[in-house]
């Protein structure tokens, strides 16, 4: 403590008034720097403290949050440091801390440093908060569906058609998350086989191809593949399913015939001026083969062919069929004076059962039924006209048999046909 003593010292007269007032600031003074010094002497050590507190402490990112501090009472403040995650932020005598930046578990704290005479130590650190901050998300889904796959639900609708969309969805503290959708309707394959529909004999090979789309499944089972090797011992259905890059699939089907019937071959003609035109009876035969005896051939069905020459000719039809061929001729004469088709006939069922007709437009002197090996068969007639006659076939067995015929001019026709 220090006592101030002022001495006046003058030559001037000074009234006593005034001489006493001088003496009583003196006393003054003296006295209240005396109780300052008392007081100082007796005064307690203070301790400063701080505590922080945050506005919000569950929150979304980017709202603005207030870190306020609260000294001890009657403390007088020099200044707040708040410290974010260990790095100061804010040092000032504002004992507020706003941020729009804090994290998820962000730690704020807060130093004090007091400017009180009596405060020891002169300075205080804060409790710690640990900040909950949900963050906003933003995301995008692709999406690729299938025609048939009756749309997408997104958020609670129903897309049908290709397009984006956008949904909001909220959360507790109203921290939102957008999701966009772009969704695109594929364009469904469209599969093909090829051949759609085919014959084959029993066992045989067929190749079957699939094109439109960019994997294939086979059933019946295979390896798999555009192409399927197929070798069916009777009709079948073959399916295959297709599929584009995003799994869109289209089936297409294939129907394989399989004919173990064998062909017979069978033709009947009629002839003007040596112009023959051969109508073809064969059954079960796809393709055709005529030999006319003169040099001339042909695929047709029913072709024509004219004979320059008169003379004694043999033509003869090859039936080609899925598994077999077979094989029918007819000699005839050709001549100006030769009767249409002398030796023309036709014989009917064929194949036959107890009984076969044979029918032919000359006079027939003769009629011979022979075997497969050239043996001679003798049928009964059960009755005959000019140009009809109807054998007994009963007692046949069953198998494929010729019968010739020879006519007044000695023209002989010959046909095939099958005993049931």
Known sequence: M???????????????????????????????????????????????????????????????????????????????????????????????????????????????????????????????????????????????????????????????????????????????????????????????????????????????????????SWNPSSIGGITDTVMPTNTTTYTVIGTDLYGCADTAQAVIIVSNAKPVASFTYTDSANIYTFTNHSTHAVSYWWVFGDGGTSTAINPVNDYPTIGNFTAQLIAIGLCSNDTFSVSFATGINDVANPAAMQVYPNPCGQSLVVSHRSLVNTIEVYDLLGGKIDLPILFQTTDYCKLNTENLLSGIYFLKTIDNRGNSAIAKFVKE
């Open 2 to 216: 220090s006592v101030e003593v002022i001495f006046i010292k003058t030559s001037t007269y000074l009234p006593s008034g005034f001489q006493n007032l001088i003496m009583k600031k003196i006393s003054l003074i003296f006295l209240f720097s005396f109780f300052l010094f008392a007081s100082r002497s007796n005064a307690q050590v203070f301790t400063p403290t701080v505590r922080i507190a945050s506005s919000q402490n569950n929150f979304c990112q980017g709202s603005s949050v207030i870190i306020k501090a609260t000294p001890a009472v009657g403390d007088t403040v020099l200044s707040y440091n708040f410290i974010v995650n260990g790095v100061s932020q804010q040092n000032s005598s504002v004992d507020s801390f706003i941020s729009t930046t804090f994290a998820n578990n962000d730690s704020v704290i807060c130093i004090l440093h007091s400017s009180k005479y009596n405060a020891n130590p002169d300075s205080a650190i804060s409790n710690t908060i640990h900040l909950q901050v949900k963050k906003k998300s933003t995301k995008s889904v692709n999406k690729v569906i299938c025609p048939n796959a009756g749309g997408y639900l997104f958020n609670g609708t129903l897309y049908t058609s290709t397009g984006t969309y956008t949904a909001v969805l909220p959360n507790a503290v109203g921290c939102d998350s957008t999701i966009t959708l772009h969704l695109v309707v594929d364009i469904a394959p469209t599969v093909t086989i090829t051949p759609q529909i085919d014959s084959v004999c029993s066992g045989g090979m067929k190749i079957l191809t699939a094109s439109g789309a960019l994997n294939y």
